[in-house]
């Protein structure tokens, strides 16, 4: 990738009002992040979803001028950027419509054909939570999981620092730039991290620590993960965003059940009776649900599908998880060029007709 490229979407992302999400959009319809800053406004507000008040600073010079300044820290300190479009982008952030168009990196990041599980819970993390994480985590060790969280107090840092006891890959995602630390406390696990992993985040190094960026932090904790793990929560905080992000994004979440009167187990006990969690007693739940103990197998063509009638799209479908073997639900309706609402309807039909049947984790198989 280009320089230029890299300096024309730094520039969009410094635009006010100007989120990732409709910075694809633009590019998508114009064909380039150079080209973006090139068009007539008047053309771009042709574009569904895209106002005056979104392109109203597009041209501002100090865009321009800031995202060079961020190109010298990233050049200087050795900093990694990944592109969204890109294939070393994170699989699974790549399918989240609000990731980050650039992530940029430290460490010694590798996600390719890896299990990433996400934890994170309360900053005030009881003895209860800190044993519960520790243990999952030690006996997951053999499936050999990339453990992510967001480097902050109690669950977080538990998380972390159980990865790199088990030389598991660990990562930490942050809401502020790569030319600091918070809390300044975990300075000292930072070499251990990077060793055994790194860090990400879509923060610039202008960017200091402030709570309004826990969100923009969150989804890529969610994003970047086959499944969130919420140890410990109160009624209301960070860790619930997060679960309700990874569920926006049709992840898995699980949630540790507590005592009622816990006041760190409310959030997770309510995600659990809301049923926007599966309930987590031990790795073997996770492990179920995630069908992490079956082997990747591509299914053999079966003679008699031949006799069972398909419509084109059922075709697709079905072809796609024949080559490619057992996949998620949003995978199969990207891959397919088919409207997530409108697969998981050709789904059921498809299973009703014999020809392929659903799994642990919202997983679809051929039969």
């Known amino acids: 990738m280009t320089i230029k490229k890299l300096i024309a979407l730094l520039t969009l992302k410094k635009v006010p009002n100007l989120g990732d999400s409709s910075i694809k959009k633009l590019i998508r319809e114009v064909g ?22 979104k392109i109203k600073e597009l041209h501002n010079p100090d865009h321009h001028k800031s995202a060079e300044n961020e190109l010298k820290f990233i050049e200087q300190n050795n900093i990694n950027y990944l592109i969204y479009d890109q294939a070393d982008y994170p699989d699974k952030l790549k399918h989240c419509i609000d990731s980050p168009i650039v992530l940029f990196s430290t460490g010694n990041i590798d996600l390719k054909n890896q299990r990433i599980l996400s934890i994170v819970g309360t900053r005030k993390v009881t003895s209860y939570g800190v044993q519960f994480c520790e243990e999952l985590i030690e006996t997951i060790v053999p ?58 985040t879509d923060f610039w190094s202008t960017d200091t620590f402030d709570r309004k960026n826990f969100l923009g932090r969150n989804r890529i904790i969610a994003g970047l993960s086959e499944a969130t793990v919420v140890i410990e929560s109160a009624d209301k905080g960070g860790s619930l965003v997060t679960a309700e992000i990874a569920n926006s994004y049709n992840r898995d979440v699980f949630a540790v059940p507590g005592r009622a009167q816990d006041p760190f187990s409310k959030g997770c006990n309510t995600l659990i009776k809301t049923q926007r969690a599966h309930m987590l007693t031990s790795a073997a739940d996770l492990i179920y649900m995630l069908n992490w103990e079956l082997e990747e197998k591509k299914q053999p063509l079966v003679q008699k599908k031949l006799f069972v009638e398909l419509d084109a799209e059922e075709k697709k479908i079905w072809k796609f998880l024949n080559d490619n073997g057992k996949e998620l639900l949003d995978v199969i309706a990207l891959q397919c060029h088919i409207p997530t609402f409108k697969v998981a309807s050709i ?19 051929v039969v």
């Not at 380039?32 to 008040?53: C, F, H, R, T, W």
């Not at 480097?151 to 995602?173: E, M, P, S, W």
């Not at 049947?357 to 198989?365: H, N």
């Open 32 to 53: 380039s992040a150079e080209g973006v800053l090139n068009e007539k406004p008047a053309n771009l507000l042709k574009i569904d979803g895209i106002g005056s008040i």
């Open 347 to 365: 789904l059921l039909n498809m299973e009703l007709k014999g020809v392929i049947k659903p799994l642990p984790g919202k997983l679809f198989e």
């Open 143 to 200: 499936l050999n999981p990339v453990i992510v969280s967001g480097f902050a107090y109690g669950v977080d840092i538990t998380a972390h620092r159980a990865a790199v006891k088990h030389n598991l890959q660990t990562i930490g995602c942050l809401a502020h730039g790569l030319n600091q630390i918070y809390p300044k406390v975990h300075k000292k696990y930072v070499a251990q991290v990077e060793e055994n992993g790194g860090f990400f």
